[in-house]
């Protein structure tokens, strides 16, 4: 089946500093990635939708500014928390579509804990 | 925005014992999935249904697509500690962003 890796798997950063996640599809060319995070004992809260090539688009309440997302290949997105504060800590995990399939493929998660 | 909400929240049944969860909305989906998660790992799939009125089975587990699209529901037969897990419903109301239902945390007791 299809692979999706992120990197790193935890993280652990200081107050006031940015952190930068990889999510990288192996085996297929991923042409959506899409972003979430999860609380503890909470289900998966969509963040952004990414395109390879194009600007992601944010769900309401994210904050653009602060999670920049990149998409520049088809098997490489990045999420960067910028001027990461104790409450973006969190569990951060991302998914990749190809074309025209239902299924999306989770990478194993990232965990931020920002001190 | 959380649109699908699922029952119950948090469930803990003896081994053997059988179970349904329900995923239900008011928004209209051309498909769903169901997953299931272990704490510090991403979750993963285990079926998506796009047909009203579906049903699909895999092994112990049997879902239901319902007649509208708006709802659906997973049957755990004999339920095995195996099982313990944190299930989730996916929506998408159209292509393949998908949102993501409340959450269902199941403890099978052996």
């Known amino acids: 089946g299809a692979v999706v890796s992120q990197h790193p798997s935890w993280v652990i950063c200081k107050s006031g500093t940015s952190v930068k996640i990889e999510c990288r599809s192996l085996d297929f060319q991923a042409t959506t990635m899409f972003w979430y995070r999860q609380f503890p004992k909470q289900s998966l809260m969509l963040m952004a939708t990414s395109n390879e090539g194009s600007k992601a688009t944010y769900e309401q309440g994210v904050e653009k500014d602060k999670f920049l997302i990149n998409h520049a290949s088809l098997t490489l997105s990045t999420l960067t928390v910028t001027s990461a504060h104790p409450e973006d800590s969190s569990f951060y995990i991302c998914s990749a579509t190809d074309r025209a399939v239902y299924e999306q493929y989770f990478g194993p998660g990232t965990r931020l804990t920002v001190t | 925005t959380q649109l699908l909400e699922q029952s119950p929240q948090f469930l803990s049944i003896q081994e053997g014992e059988n179970l349904t969860v329900y995923c239900n909305s008011s928004?209209?989906?051309?498909?769903l999935q169901w997953y299931r998660q272990e704490p510090g790992e991403g979750p993963v799939l285990l079926v998506t249904?796009?047909?009203?009125?579906e049903v699909k089975k895999l092994k112990r587990l049997t879902f239901q697509f319902g007649d509208a699209r708006k709802d659906s529901s997973l049957h755990i037969t004999a339920a095995q500690p195996g099982d313990t897990g944190l299930y989730l419903c996916a929506g998408a109301p159209s292509g393949n962003q998908f949102y993501f239902g409340t959450g269902t945390s199941l403890t099978v007791i052996p």
């Open positions: 928004s209209v989906f051309s498909s």
């Open positions: 249904v796009v047909t009203g009125g």
